[in-house]
């Protein structure tokens, strides 16, 4: 059975508060793989349709459900009130606490996972190859959280051995005036935040399928060969490699001071390259944990093959 709950537990035992399961809106798919934000009384939560839920009941409170496309279909945003949203070819702007559309963008290009702040939205895109439904090259994009216009546009291209992989599937990050964005062209971006010109690019080994984490000025990637790498966030200049040697494609996340990464094990490192920590995995005969993590009130969230864990956070 694809699972489409929703699912509300004690942070400190575990004890279930409640469960709210979501219609099927796409044939034979889980729910996307997106974030679930916080905003007030409410929980957000990408469902192909965007859907706020009550955070003590689970009810749900409103459903932004537009015939144009799926208006929900990977990871949200939420800044100013307002949460974006990326469906199929369009980034959607809804009023966070009403769930009234604000204004909706046609990119021309799938977008991904958008990251917004001061009054933009920052993404990444793929657009489809003529002809097939396989995504290929994309561009970075920035729209005015206002109203939606776009700001700039700046194109990420494919690998010369390998033309069509291009564009951005994971979250970027920013970092003063950039933008910093990994490709699947096995390249990393520093991007303008005004004008998208790119101040820097770093060219690694492979693929970049883990979104980017800024510790302590270091701009943090991971591609599928499994190099983690540490980049100057101002100039892209590597500081350092770590070594995991396994595909790194679950988002890297900057919290409890460490790069955290997602790998069988979670995986702490430190702005210096140094891995400080790790928990589960099959080495430690632990869980095998999927989903980033993410660390509040001394305990560090992950979600595995067999649950949801609290971890005590290493002192």
């Known amino acids: 059975m694809f699972d489409r709950r929703v699912v509300a537990l004690d942070a400190r035992t575990g004890a279930p508060r409640w469960s709210r399961t979501l219609p099927l809106l796409v044939q034979g798919q889980y729910l996307p793989g997106g974030n679930v934000l916080a905003h007030a009384d409410l929980l957000l ?36 009130g307002r949460v974006f949203s990326p469906g199929a070819q369009r980034m959607h702007a809804v009023d966070a606490a009403t769930g009234a559309p604000l204004w909706v963008a046609d990119v021309g290009e799938r977008p991904f996972a958008p990251v917004a702040a001061d009054g933009a939205v920052y993404f990444g895109t793929r657009a489809r190859i003529a002809g097939s439904p396989v995504l290929g090259v994309g561009h970075a994009v920035a729209l005015s959280a206002a109203d939606g216009r776009v700001l700039w546009r700046t194109p990420l291209p494919g690998h010369p051995q ?37 101040r820097w690019e770093h060219v690694g080994a492979t693929a970049y399928e883990s979104g980017v984490a800024v510790l302590d000025g270091v701009a943090v990637v ?59 995995g099959d080495a430690q005969a632990g869980p095998s944990y999927l989903t980033s993590a993410r660390a509040a009130e001394g305990r560090l969230f992950v979600g595995s093959t067999d649950g949801f864990h609290a971890l005590r956070m290493a002192r």
């Open 45 to 80: 939560v990408p469902g192909w349709d965007l859907f706020a839920l009550d955070r003590a009941t689970g009810e749900v409170r409103w459903r932004y459900s537009p015939q144009a496309e799926y208006p929900a279909a990977a990871g949200i945003a939420l800044d100013g």
């Open 162 to 198: 390998f033309p069509n992989e291009g564009g951005a599937n994971r979250p970027g990050a920013l970092a003063h005036d950039l933008f910093i964005i990994a490709g699947r062209s096995g390249r990393v971006y520093g991007l303008d935040r005004g004008t998208g010109q790119v």
């Open 222 to 280: 991971a591609n599928l060969r499994g190099d983690v790498e540490g980049l100057d966030a101002a100039t892209g200049r590597r500081l350092w490699t770590t070594l995991l040697g396994s595909s790194v494609t679950t988002p890297i996340v900057a919290d409890a001071g460490c790069a955290l990464v997602t790998l069988g094990a979670v995986i702490c490192i430190d702005a210096e390259g140094r891995i400080r920590w790790q928990s589960g």
